[in-house]
Nanobody
Framework: QVQLVESGGESVQSGGSLRLSCGAS????????MGWFRQAPGKEREGVAN???????TYADSVKGRFTISKDNAETTLYLQMNSLKAEDTAMYYC??????????????????WGQGTQVTVSS
C-alpha cells in the first residue's frame, strides 16, 4: 500500500508557476501508475497528468505544454510543475495511485489511493 500527501498549492497570479509535490510512504511509487487530478467547485474531477510504471506520461489537452509530471530518483515524491497558469487552472489538486493496469490513465475511477488534496488558486 501507499499513503499520499500533497503540498505546494497556493494562490498565484495568472502567468505564474507552481510546483506541487506528492509525498509517498509505504511502497515506492515505481510500483504504481501515478496521476494528478483536479476538481474545481461545481465541476467534475478531471485527470491532469499521468506517470505510468513504464515511465510514459500522459497529459490532458488543457495542460499540454504547460504542466510537467515527474518523480524523484528516490521514488518517494511525485511532482507537478505548472507553468503559465491560468484562472481556469484553479482547483483542488489530488495525487493518486493505482497498482492495476489502467486503460485510460486520466480516468480517476481506476485509481485506488488518493491524497487529501492541495488548493491552487490562480487570479487573473
Amino acid at each position: 500500500q501507499v499513503q499520499l500527501v500533497e503540498s505546494g498549492g497556493e494562490s498565484v497570479q495568472s502567468g505564474g508557476s507552481l510546483r506541487l509535490s506528492c509525498g509517498a510512504s509505504g511502497d515506492p511509487i515505481s510500483y504504481y501508475c501515478m496521476g494528478w487530478f483536479r476538481q474545481a467547485p461545481g465541476k467534475e474531477r478531471e485527470g491532469v497528468a499521468n506517470f505510468d510504471t513504464d515511465n510514459t506520461t500522459t497529459y490532458a489537452d488543457s495542460v499540454k505544454g504547460r504542466f510537467t509530471i515527474s518523480k524523484d530518483n528516490a521514488e518517494t515524491t511525485l511532482y507537478l510543475q505548472m507553468n503559465s497558469l491560468k484562472a481556469e487552472d484553479t482547483a483542488m489538486y489530488y495525487c493518486a495511485a493505482t497498482g492495476t493496469v489502467v486503460a485510460w490513465p486520466l480516468e480517476g475511477r481506476d485509481y485506488h489511493y488518493w491524497g487529501q488534496g492541495t488548493q491552487v488558486t490562480v487570479s487573473s
